[in-house]
T-cell receptor, first 112, second 117 residues
Framework: DSGVTQTPKHLITATGQRVTLRCSPRSGDLSVYWYQQSLDQGLQFLIQYYNGEERAKGNILERFSAQQFPDLHSELNLSSLELGDSALYFC???????????FGSGTQLSVL | AQKVTQAQTEISVVEKEDVTLDCVYETRDTTYYLFWYKQPPSGELVFLIRRNSFDEQNEISGRYSWNFQKSTSSFNFTITASQVVDSAVYFC??????????????FGKGTRLHILP
């Protein structure tokens, strides 16, 4: 158990809808990362937050947004969903300044 | 720009054979970190190793060993006497801004390893 909690584990929704994925980092970790894993693209870095502030941005679509709250949990919001957004979304956390990532078990999103 | 290439998409070996997973990276920075992660069938990614760019010593941990060669920008991973439990997808990753505020960590596409009994 990595100590990183992601909910829900599975999410099935329809095109055009909006969903929110939630992540609770390990106790004491200030950094939260979001990744998207699909069969053809592999693990794609989306965005990173550090202590509530956005720190790095990757290939995140404009339809996607994220935030980190004062209690350090993070949410990834996906809107106007398309079939191609179906993927496994991982959250990871790390201690400040240490890139060793601890991953959650992921949220499997299926857009029908 | 950062890039990590794992040319081997899928490898199958018979149990007890040795197997090497290749990783080639690109970065303009002189300071960077390299990583290997394992994703077993359960799906969760598990950290295996982190190596900084100033430390070119090879590392061994049990049946696992890593060969870091700056001259060829490679960070290869060898499993000795493979076991069925080693079956997983293995990812190589790079972070080339460890001293900056940008901690983007880029992953390769992974190598799926099948260990056959």
């Amino acid at each position: 158990d990595s100590g990183v909690t992601q909910t829900p584990k599975h999410l099935i929704t329809a095109t055009g809808q909006r969903v929110t994925l939630r992540c609770s980092p390990r106790s004491g970790d200030l950094s939260v990362y979001w990744y998207q894993q699909s069969l053809d693209q592999g693990l794609q870095f989306l965005i990173q937050y550090y202590n509530g502030e956005e720190r790095a941005k990757g290939n995140i679509l404009e339809r996607f947004s994220a935030q980190q709250f004062p209690d350090l949990h993070s949410e990834l919001n996906l809107s106007s969903l398309e079939l191609g957004d179906s993927a496994l979304y991982f959250c990871a956390s790390s201690v400040a300044g240490d890139e060793k990532l601890f991953f959650g078990s992921g949220t499997q999103l299926s857009v029908l | 720009a950062q890039k990590v290439t794992q040319a081997q998409t899928e490898i199958s070996v018979v149990e007890k054979e040795d197997v090497t997973l290749d990783c080639v990276y690109e970065t303009r920075d002189t300071t960077y970190y390299l990583f290997w992660y394992k994703q077993p069938p359960s799906g969760e990614l598990v950290f295996l190793i982190r190596r900084n760019s100033f430390d070119e010593q090879n590392e061994i941990s049990g049946r696992y060993s890593w060969n870091f060669q700056k001259s060829t920008s490679s960070f290869n991973f060898t499993i000795t006497a493979s076991q069925v439990v080693d079956s997983a997808v293995y990812f190589c990753a790079l972070s080339d801004s460890p001293m900056n505020r940008d901690d983007k960590i880029i992953f390769g596409k992974g190598t799926r390893l099948h260990i056959l009994p």
